[in-house]
């Protein structure tokens, strides 16, 4: 089995409050979860700590990720730091991502509360069917139809 890469990228995990940034990452949009290279990280002055079935990655003795270890493979269990980001606004985040609905902002991890979109409230609300009951003039003049516009410049070729 082959899967197609996309695209590279590159990944900053704080270290004492320093940025240690992991260079070359591939962009695999079929692949449903992320792998890192252990060797990778060991060029990265990362280390690997591990239990029975525990393990914590570390830059100069501070905890960056811990995890479990299920079937020979590192499972990362991990939460955004709210701190390091510029803003939380969830407003804002909920417009940058286009407008998702609930349970996709409570999976970026930001502080969420119910809030309401002024866009989302008009796209979701629906227009009252038109009455198709037309009333017929009765008498003269019940309806007037105008012209309000005045003559069309240029002028239709008569031919039409």
Known sequence: ?????????????FCKSQPVTLRDFLYV??????????LYLF?????????EDKFNL???NKKL????IINKLFHMTYTLPTTLLTTNNQLLWHKRLGHPGTHVLKQTGLPFKDATCSVCEI???????FNHQFNSAVKLLDFIHLDLTGPIAPAVVSSF
């Open 1 to 13: 089995m082959s899967l197609m890469a996309f695209g590279t990228g590159s990944v900053e995990i």
């Open 65 to 68: 990720l811990k995890g479990k």
């Open 29 to 38: 949009p079929k692949l449903s979860f992320n792998l890192i290279s252990l």
């Open 58 to 60: 570390e830059c100069n």
């Open 43 to 51: 060029k990265k002055k990362i280390t690997v700590s591990q239990t």
């Open 123 to 129: 796209n979701k609300s629906h227009k009252q069917p």
